[in-house]
């Protein structure tokens, strides 16, 4: 506990019927919506983003507004304007101070949905926004937009039938293997291996800001209280990005926060992969993913998915969990 520098907490955007990206026609103006991504908007970003562009098809590129900064704002805007629009992004909060700027980073389209009651439609919208990100981003890893690929081990205690995540994305998880008993060096039994990206949100933010300002874009800083003040900008086209802050404007009750938790302790440049799991093989614990990723600047251990806790103080009890079980895993590690 000695070790900890940071903690910081936030809320996934999650809806159980999945993201949504549709548009609509309100009074005069054309109301795109692209939000509610829960544990996966850095991974959906450009897919989902690029469906949602997707919508203005057939309309001549104009003046947009692009409400919200975070990942889903950002690279929407980035996509219209290279499609000729002339973009400003009205927010609440800049790109440091939302929920994108907390988010862990592991390239891994999961927690966004109860696959129970979401519909198949969703499920295909889903992959699909999987793949044009997963293109997107490979594209662009390098220290300029804190892209790397990094290999991810999940931790088990019983073999693993299926890869754990979307059986309809396996194959952009590469480098695959299960490995037994005596195979790797973790204390659990078994270890499904693969190699998936890490973003580190804060470079990527930070980037693609200042790719938006180099391209002509303007930031408005602006707090809406409901609909009608945003149907009461000059733009005839809005996009809503506004993540959780849907919720209220457009009134969606599948929208509901995940909180999360995530501990910071120094770096260390030895640690050059992931680990999804605890030494009792148990993913999930309290509702939440163990994890464990590296950056330049921290080691980073997260594990809490609290489903509608607005709260957004940190919780001590999760800090010690987190550390505690992260503790026992690496404990015979020299
Ligand atoms: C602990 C944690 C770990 C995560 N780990 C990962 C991960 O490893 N991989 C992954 O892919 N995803 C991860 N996520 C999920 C990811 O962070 C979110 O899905 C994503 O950030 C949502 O992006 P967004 O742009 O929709 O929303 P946000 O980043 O919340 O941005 C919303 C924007 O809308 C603005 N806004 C809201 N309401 C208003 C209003 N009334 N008026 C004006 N502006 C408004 C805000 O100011 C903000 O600029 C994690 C999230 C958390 C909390």
Not at 159 to 186: C, S
Not at 289 to 316: A, N, Q
């Amino acid at each position: 506990m000695d070790n900890v520098i940071r903690v910081i907490t936030g809320h996934r955007p999650y809806r159980p019927k999945g993201f949504v990206v549709r548009s609509e026609e309100m009074d005069d103006k054309f109301i795109v919506h692209n939000y509610g991504h829960g544990g996966a908007g850095i991974s959906l970003s450009w897919g989902s983003s690029a469906l949602s562009v997707r919508e203005t098809k057939g309309k001549r590129p104009g003046a947009v507004a692009v409400i919200g900064s975070g990942i889903m704002g950002l690279t929407s805007a980035r996509l219209l304007q290279d499609a000729g629009w002339d973009v400003t992004i009205y927010t609440r909060d800049v790109y440091r101070h939302t929920t994108s700027n907390v988010a862990a980073g592991e390239w891994g389209p999961f927690s966004t949905h109860d696959p129970a009651v979401s519909s198949d439609a969703f499920k295909s919208q889903l992959e699909w926004a999987s793949r044009i990100s997963h293109h997107a981003y490979t594209n662009l890893t390098g220290p300029k937009y804190g892209i790397r690929w990094l290999e991810a081990y999940t931790l088990t205690n019983t073999r693993l039938q299926n890869f754990q995540g979307d059986d309809k994305i396996a194959d952009l998880f590469t480098y695959k293997a299960d490995l037994g008993p005596g195979e790797h060096p973790f204390p659990t039994a078994y270890v499904q291996r693969m190699v998936t990206m890490q973003i580190d949100p804060g470079v990527f933010l930070r980037q693609t800001v200042a790719d938006f300002q180099l391209a002509g874009g303007k930031f408005v800083l602006q707090n809406f209280a409901n609909v009608s003040e945003i149907l009461a900008l000059a733009e005839p086209v809005i996009f809503n990005c506004t993540g959780l802050g849907a919720a209220k404007l457009f009134g969606d009750d599948n929208l509901v926060p995940a909180k999360g938790q995530l501990v910071f302790m120094p770096p260390d440049p030895a640690v050059d992969y992931m680990t999804f799991g605890g030494v009792d093989g148990d993913t999930f614990v309290n509702g939440g993913f163990l994890h464990m990723f590296p950056r330049s600047d921290v080691i980073l251990m997260g594990g809490i998915f609290k489903l509608g806790d607005y709260t957004t103080h940190v919780e001590h009890d999760e800090t010690e969990r987190i550390v505690t079980e992260h503790q026992k895993l690496f404990a015979d590690f020299g």
